[in-house]
């Protein structure tokens, strides 16, 4: 899948493993990057969701439309789909959502 982001602060956590160690810790930087890794090699989000890759879900209430991938404990990386037939998608936000 191609990969696209919200802003150039999410776009940095999720490409530079050292600004995501400074912003959060070690084990969050090796996840995110883990993820990405996921994200790039995925087919489609069926795909990932199929599989249980990184535990994707479709997220639900305010949060419809988005999808989650677990990171290290509370935090989600949280994806909506921008283009379906290129497989397109759009990190938004790292957080925990609960």
């Known amino acids: 899948m191609q990969i696209k982001y919200k802003n150039n602060k999410i776009e940095a956590i999720c490409t530079d493993s ?6 959060y810790n ?4 090796d ?9 790039k090699s995925a087919i ?6 199929q599989l249980h890759i990184g535990r994707c879900h479709k997220l ?6 988005q999808y989650a991938m677990d990171l290290v404990h509370p935090y989600r ?10 497989s397109i998608v759009e990190i938004q936000e790292i957080v925990d959502y609960h």
Do not use: D, P, T, Y
Request: no cysteine; hydrophobic share 50%; glycine share 4%.
């Open 60 to 65: 639900r209430g305010k949060r419809q439309g």
């Open 44 to 49: 489609s989000i069926e795909n990932l969701l």
């Open 26 to 29: 070690v084990a969050m930087a």
């Open 18 to 23: 050292e600004i995501a160690r400074r912003e």
């Open 31 to 39: 996840k995110i990057a883990q993820r990405m890794v996921q994200l």
């Open 77 to 86: 990386l949280v994806f909506i789909m921008v283009k379906e037939r290129i």
